[in-house]
């Protein structure tokens, strides 16, 4: 057995319509097809990878909510930075740029609608 790739990330919101725009309208992802599963929720897609698994959850903590259990980031590989940061100035969303000493990485660092920290990554050898 050998790890190879991650696939997505869950999210359990209780604001699924305001995320499902935020990632729509400020990192670019598309809203796509999802199981009939017996609770509210919406696939976000990187191309043909269902990348971003939202649940809509109005009631009782999740396990490992009530002991403070949390992901402190994802991350994204992106192309086209310039287009991406006049993205984040047209949303008026906030954002951290960051240039990673010693590599020709630039991070942008941003929080969804829940507080989710995601970082998007732009290696400008590639631009």
Do not use: C
């Amino acid at each position: 057995m050998g790890l190879q790739k991650l696939d997505h990330v869950n999210i359990v919101t209780t604001r699924l319509s305001e995320m499902v725009e935020w990632y729509q309208s400020v990192l670019g992802l598309s809203l796509g097809p999802r199981p009939d599963f017996p609770f509210a929720g919406a696939w976000l897609y990187t191309g043909d990878t269902a990348t971003i698994h939202l649940i809509e959850n109005n009631g009782a903590p999740k396990v490992g909510s009530e002991v403070g259990l949390k992901l402190e980031h994802f991350a994204f590989s992106a192309t086209g930075m310039d287009q991406f940061e006049k993205r984040l100035h047209q949303n008026d969303q906030e954002f951290e740029k960051i240039a990673v000493p010693g590599t020709s990485l630039i991070q942008f660092h941003v929080a969804d609608p829940e507080g989710n920290h995601v970082h998007i990554d732009f290696d400008t050898a590639q631009e």
